[in-house]
Every structure is written in structure tokens, then in C-alpha cells.
């Protein structure tokens, strides 16, 4: 006797043994019983849940002999062709290798013939959604208007591609994933069929691999019998499934949640080690969160683990706070592996950021709290930082008065302490308050230094944690751009490479250039217009923060002219 495989020995032959998809089934069962089918159906939904299966029963019920409340009888000789597959009256095509309208045509013509052994002539359209559209327009009138023994059913996982003329000429089902617990149920009954011995807990873990599909479930049921034998232990289905074999998925996240640097650092140094696909690995471990940030917000029971797995959990959750399980779930679900699924760094960079307190979500820090208190300080009058008309014996050159009155708000940014009194003739220049600077020192190649650009520079973090908040990406671009010029209503902003400009100015369709502009505008308080430059000099700077703040151009003048700092 030939092999067969699970899924199509175990195919359901009836309308109750179709797992998890009672409203369509019970819909298809009454139609039949009441003997009102439907001239055509649609069934849509992911792979592996009952849209062929289910069409096939349908094909069965409406030509059985002896119908019983809407099932087949599995007894007539019309039930027994379409077990054995040989019934003529069942049309199978599928769409997706005959799409063209030459095979509809052929299709048509072929309901104008009566059923040979039957009542009813089923076609089935596999794929449906691969049709052309002269193909479906071939379609349409007899979909619409078929001869009464003629059924349709189309079948599709991507209903969002069928034109609304064939959706509205069909009654529509949709298929939803399988539940776990009715998966299970299903590949116990396959099990228990076929004499198998599996671990408690071994059929879950199937479903949960599966992911909704009752077919990739038995595969890989299938898979494990074929490598193991008929008794599977739960190391045997880990194993199989390409799952962790052991319990450090378990460790990492105990790990995780109790920030245990070393320990997890090694665990995902030994799983890379003895070849285990690091991001299969860190999928166990976030379902292992997952579960045990249920348990803690006492949604454990929806999980439907087995005794042990629930066990394991529990012991887990003993000194863990709902806190750290959801910081620990941030940090590795979003671990980017960039097509390398091998490769430990990543995950190892995003624990050892866990265990550190390091946000995973930017790498750069953010911006400097004494952005906000500068631009909420309002400028102190003129004559603050003016010298007063009584100093005869020093030099009364108007320039420096005006440049020294015109920077209020970096004068102004002094701590916050009473001025000395002082004769007016020599009052003192406010030194800027130390803040946290971008660069080491600045590239050279740039604008003049006016100031409007040394304003900008000053609340440069501002403008790179706005882009931050639009996307890592684009955080991570502007992360190496800096002020290049500014002037009245002009603004260029420079990136060491031609292509980080190109792609600076031209991603999103502008959106990105148009973030820049409203975060330039905010620091320096007015409308300008911003463009983004190549400044190649840029490649030789780096973001190094300095030991002492570079002075602003109007304070090192104001030096020039006499004056004192305060604070330095």
C-alpha cells in the first residue's frame, strides 16, 4: 500500500471534523439539510485552515444519496467516489497555472452540461485571485446566472484582489486562523489514529510552530514521526521543530527579567555555539515572556500551557515585577537581525542595553534638559549686557555694543544668580552657562559665524532628537549632519556624503527635509528656509563631546573690547 502523507490521509471527510471553523461549517450544513445551497461561494482566508477541505464537503453533502442533518452519509456510492477522489462530477482548477481566459472559457462551456452521476456540478477555483482580468470578466455572467446545477466555489487567500463584480455575485466566508486548543484537539485525534505517544505539552508546541495552519501542523507532525518514531518526548519536539532543546530559552528570559548580564550573555554565546539559529532562539524567549506576563496579570489561563510548561513559568515569576517583563519584551521583540538569523550581536547588543538601562529604542542620548530652560528663559533687557554711557575712559566703539546686546538669550544663559554690583563702567559680559556640546571642534569649511548659525549649533540636540522621534533611520542619518550656515532666513544644514544629502532631501517624498525645517524654525524661533548640502569635511570631525565648552564668537569680541566673564 502506498505512504500517504498526514495531512491528506487525516483530510476531514465531514463538515464536524473541520477544526476551528464552526460558522461556516454549521452555514454549509443547514443549506444542505434545507436543500438551498447557493449558486456561488467565496471562501477567503490563510493558508491551512479548511477553504479546499471544506469546499470538497460541500461538493460531497449536496451529492449524496442519503444525506443525514447536512453531512454526507460516507456509505453511498457517491460519498465513496469522492473519498477515493474519482467522483467526475467535482471540477477542480487551479487559477494559479490557469489564469488566462481561454481556460474560463473552457470552463463556461462546461456548465452548459448536465451532472454525470449527481445533482449538482461543483466548481472549485483554487487561487482565485491569480484570474487576469479578461478572465474574470469571462467569469462574471455565468457567476452571476449559472445553470441550476452548476456550484461555484472560489477559493483565495487575498480576497482584497478579486473585483467587487465577482464579491458581490458570491456569499463570502472568511477563515480564521485555527485556535490553538482546536488544533490540538485535531492532531490528538491524528495521533491517537495513528498509535502515537506524545509528551504532554508536545501537541501544543506543534500548534503554537504552526501559527493558525492545521496543515503546517500536521507536516510537521509528520516531520517529528518520520525522525523520532511513534514516541515523541518534548525534547524530541523541540528538537524537530528547530526549537531550543534544552531550557535555556527559559534561562535567557529569567535572565532578562532579573538583569543578569553575565548569565544571559553566556547563554547567547552557547547558543550560537552548538548552531542553534539565534533569532528561533529569541522568539522561545518571547514567548517564554510573553506567557509569564500573562501569569503575572493573572491572564494565565488563557494559555492553555501543559502542567510543566505552566511549572516552569511560575518559577520564573517568583521574582519578577510586571516592570521589568514588559522591558524585557522591548527590548528583545524588536531585535533586527539583518537577514543573519545566526548572528548573536544583535541580540547580545540588545540584553546587554536591557541590563544597562540603555534604551534599545535610540542609541543616541536625549536631548540636553537645558534646551527647554534656555528657549523658557525670556531675554533680559539690552542694557544688561550694554555698557552703560558712563564709561568715558573705555573704548565706545559701537560694533561690539551691538553684538553684545543682540545674543540675549546666550547671554542670558548665565546661572541663575543675582549680577555683582558694579560701577556701569565696568560692568561684566555673562559668560554662556556650560552645555553639553556636539562636537569636539568644529569642521572647517563653513558659513560665517553669525549669529543665527552659533544659535543653532547651541540647540543642535533639540533638532536631532525631533528627528529621532520621526524614525531611527532618519535619527541615525541626522545623527552625523551639523549646521553648516545660517543667515536671516537661510539655513544650511551639511552631511559629509553626497548620497546621505540626496537621500536627506529626497526621502518620504520630502517629508523628511520638511521635519528638518519645522525643527530648525523651533530653535531658532522664526520661519527659515532649510536646505540640506554636502560638507565634506564633515568625514574628518567626529561627536565627541569636549572638556570645556567652545565661547561664543560675540563673547571672545566682547573679551576684545574689556569685558569680564562671570563663572568661568
Not at 519536539?237 to 535555556?248: E, F, I, M, S, T
Not at 549669529?451 to 529621532?468: I, K
Request: hydrophobic fraction near 40%; charged fraction near 20%.
Amino acid at each position: 500500500m502506498a505512504q500517504e502523507v498526514f495531512y491528506r490521509k487525516w483530510r476531514p471527510r465531514r463538515f464536524a471534523d473541520v477544526a476551528g471553523q464552526d460558522p461556516v461549517t454549521t452555514t454549509m450544513r443547514n443549506a444542505v439539510a434545507a436543500g438551498t445551497p447557493a449558486h456561488a461561494y467565496l471562501f477567503c482566508g490563510p493558508r491551512g485552515t479548511g477553504k479546499t477541505t471544506t469546499a470538497r464537503i460541500l461538493a460531497k453533502a449536496v451529492n449524496c444519496g442519503d444525506p443525514q442533518a447536512g453531512e454526507p452519509c460516507e456509505q453511498c456510492p457517491s460519498c465513496i467516489s469522492y473519498n477515493e477522489g474519482r467522483a467526475i462530477d467535482l471540477i477542480e482548477l487551479d487559477a494559479a497555472s490557469n489564469r488566462g481566459i481561454d481556460e474560463i472559457r473552457d470552463l463556461r462551456e462546461g456548465t452548459g452540461y448536465a451532472p454525470a452521476a449527481g445533482r449538482y456540478k461543483v466548481y472549485l477555483i483554487d487561487e482565485v485571485h491569480m484570474l487576469t482580468d479578461a478572465a474574470f470578466n469571462a467569469l462574471l455572467k455565468t457567476l452571476e446566472e449559472p445553470p441550476p446545477h452548476v456550484i461555484f466555489v472560489l477559493a483565495t487567500t487575498e480576497a482584497h484582489r478579486i473585483p467587487a463584480t465577482i464579491l458581490s455575485r458570491c456569499q463570502r466566508f472568511d477563515m480564521r486562523r485555527i485556535p490553538v486548543s482546536a488544533m490540538v484537539q485535531r492532531l490528538e485525534t491524528i495521533g491517537s489514529g495513528e498509535g502515537l505517544t506524545v509528551a504532554p505539552g508536545g501537541y501544543e508546541l506543534i500548534a503554537r510552530q504552526a501559527t493558525g495552519s492545521l496543515r503546517d501542523a500536521v507536516n510537521l507532525l509528520d516531520q517529528l514521526v518520520a525522525f523520532h518514531g511513534t514516541t515523541l518526548t518534548l525534547d524530541d519536539v523541540r528538537a524537530g521543530l528547530g526549537l531550543v532543546v534544552d531550557d535555556r530559552a527559559a534561562g535567557l528570559a529569567r535572565a532578562a527579567v532579573t538583569r543578569d548580564l553575565a548569565g544571559g550573555l553566556n547563554l547567547l554565546a552557547g547558543a550560537r555555539d552548538d548552531g542553534v539559529e539565534v533569532r528561533a532562539f529569541l522568539r522561545e524567549t518571547v514567548a517564554v515572556l510573553r506567557s509569564l506576563l500573562m501569569f503575572k496579570a493573572g491572564a494565565g489561563d488563557r494559555l492553555g500551557l501543559a502542567d510543566a510548561q505552566a511549572d516552569e513559568i511560575d518559577a520564573i515569576a517568583v521574582d519578577a515585577s510586571v516592570a521589568d517583563i514588559v522591558a524585557a519584551l522591548e527590548a528583545l521583540s524588536g531585535v533586527d537581525f539583518a537577514g543573519d538569523s545566526y548572528d548573536s550581536l544583535p541580540a547580545e547588543i540588545a540584553f546587554a542595553a536591557l541590563c544597562t538601562g540603555i534604551s534599545s529604542a535610540s542609541a543616541a542620548p536625549p536631548p540636553a534638559p537645558s534646551a527647554p530652560a534656555r528657549a523658557a528663559t525670556p531675554p533680559p533687557p539690552r542694557a544688561t549686557a550694554t555698557p552703560a554711557p558712563a564709561s568715558e575712559g573705555a573704548p565706545s566703539r559701537p560694533a561690539p555694543r551691538a553684538m553684545a546686546a543682540r545674543p540675549a538669550s546666550k547671554v542670558s544663559a548665565a546661572p541663575a544668580r543675582p549680577a555683582p554690583a558694579q560701577p556701569a563702567a565696568s560692568a561684566p559680559v555673562a559668560a554662556p552657562a556650560p552645555s553639553p556640546p556636539t562636537r569636539e571642534f568644529a569642521p572647517t569649511g563653513g558659513g560665517d559665524a553669525t549669529p543665527d548659525l552659533a544659535l543653532l549649533r547651541e540647540r543642535w540636540d533639540a533638532v536631532q532628537a525631533t528627528m529621532r522621534g520621526y524614525s531611527r533611520p532618519v535619527g541615525a542619518l541626522f545623527a552625523i549632519a551639523y549646521p553648516k550656515a545660517a543667515d536671516g532666513e537661510r539655513v544650511e544644514v551639511g552631511l559629509p556624503f553626497q548620497q546621505q544629502v540626496d537621500k536627506a532631501r529626497d526621502q518620504d517624498g520630502g517629508k523628511v527635509l520638511q521635519t528638518l525645517t519645522t525643527a530648525v524654525a523651533g530653535a531658532l524661533g522664526r520661519p527659515v528656509q532649510v536646505n540640506v548640502v554636502l560638507w565634506s569635511e564633515l568625514g574628518n570631525t567626529g561627536h565627541v563631546p569636549s572638556a570645556r565648552p567652545t565661547r561664543s564668537h560675540l563673547v571672545e569680541e566682547a573679551l576684545k573690547q574689556g569685558a569680564e566673564p562671570i563663572g568661568e
